[in-house]
């Protein structure tokens, strides 16, 4: 039994894993390998509502929830953690844009984003920035009935895949910080954009790369929340996507833990099952302890969204806990398997597209930092 999951909740999961597992898991190794995001499976998961399920109705979705999201997320990112990357930035980028962007342009975007025909990338990141999110040198300048965007965002998953963005720019002075910033949805096929591809160690079929405007003109109405408060107001997003991202690793550690106690059972050395020996089953034990209870967090985070409650310090558990958490017990499943986990395979692949967790989407001591704060108060852990 799970507190947080009813009968209602298990269904859908059976119904995403089924999907996972047929129609996803069959082609993990070769997107890793070609770096080409099957836009047919997309359409396929916007098709079987596993896309954004959480937004209204009105938007595309089906109003089920953050955990309805969470429990569809799990069950992709058992399969392909790098084709979850589409889960993902579905439910971060929708909420944004349903909360703040005018419903004549929230809508038509988001029924083609629940349906699997349009992929929508977070812009932040600066080369200059990093974790100093509110840092940012993309100008944006207001001439007439448009926004004029110069600059450079990098590090951006599925930059040069995405049909629109959501853009974090300058608006103000820099000394202004984050009260300066605004945030802009902004098609990529809009005159003065160019985009590249990074050569990334992990999650190769989404990818990541960099986005260059050069006088790229945006209609004013395009702008997402208030001028210069963007930031801010859009910010708070990232709690939802912190406690997916924990479920979408943790999904992989999972997955990993349930391969490879199956293998110890079965394999044998000096007479026995290689689980027979305490170096063996004692670390696969302590990492299934922990794992169950990362997830309980995770879980938890969500529950809190759902019913409006503040859930940003679980949030930042999630984010740094679960990628450190996941990429040790994928590493010790590969130890495991011996020279077969270290061949290229499932165990391999699922190490590298998980590390890349512990970098972006916020660093572990920033979300420590945020944790800090939610405890001793802002004024005693200063920025």
């Not at 993990?28 to 080409?36: G, H, I, M, Y």
């Not at 910010?235 to 550690?253: K, N, P, T, Y």
Request: charged share 20%; aromatic share 8%; hydrophobic share 45%.
């Amino acid at each position: 039994m799970n507190p947080y999951i009813d009968e209602d909740l298990a269904a859908l999961a059976e119904h995403a894993q089924r999907f996972a597992q047929g129609r996803v898991a069959p082609g993990f190794l070769e997107r890793d390998q070609t770096r080409v995001l099957d836009r047919d499976l997309m359409r396929e998961m916007g098709e079987m509502g596993f896309i954004a399920p959480e937004l209204p109705e009105a938007f595309g979705g089906q109003g089920l929830g953050c955990l309805a999201a969470g429990v569809i997320h799990e069950a992709i990112a058992a399969a392909d953690l790098s084709l979850s990357y589409i889960n993902l930035l579905a439910s971060l980028n929708g909420q944004i844009l349903a909360q703040y962007a005018r419903p004549e342009l929230a809508r038509p975007w988001l029924e083609r984003l629940t349906q699997g025909r349009a992929l929508l990338a977070i812009a932040l990141t600066e080369p200059r920035g990093g974790s100093d999110a509110a840092n940012l040198r993309l100008k944006m300048e207001r001439v007439g009935d448009h926004y004029v965007l110069n600059g450079e965002k990098t590090s951006i998953s599925a930059a040069d895949q995405a049909d629109a963005a959501v853009v974090f720019a300058r608006s103000g002075r820099v000394e202004d910080g984050a009260r300066g910033v605004s945030a802009l949805l902004v098609p990529m096929d809009l005159p003065g954009i160019t985009r590249n591809r990074f050569d990334c160690h992990g999650q190769r079929a989404i990818g990541r790369g960099s986005i260059f405007f050069d006088n790229v003109r945006v209609p004013v109405d395009h702008r997402l929340g208030d001028e210069g408060k963007g930031f801010v107001q859009v910010m708070q997003g990232f709690d939802f996507s912190r406690a997916l991202i924990g479920l979408q690793v943790l999904a992989v550690a999972r997955a990993s833990l349930e391969e490879t106690w199956t293998y110890v059972a079965q394999r044998e050395a000096f007479g026995k099952p290689l689980a027979a020996f305490q170096g063996v089953s004692h670390p696969l034990a302590e990492y299934a302890t922990q794992v169950e209870a990362a997830r309980l967090l995770c879980l938890q985070t969500l529950w809190l969204k759902d019913r409006g409650l503040p859930h940003t310090a679980e949030a930042a558990m999630c984010k740094w806990w679960a990628p450190k958490l996941a990429y040790d017990v994928v590493h010790q499943c590969l130890l495991s398997f011996g020279h077969g986990g270290y061949d290229r395979g499932p165990m391999e692949q699922r190490l590298r597209d998980i590390l890349g967790f512990q970098i972006g989407d916020g660093t572990a001591q920033i979300m420590k930092t945020i944790i800090a704060r939610a405890n001793a108060g802002r004024g005693a852990v200063p920025a």
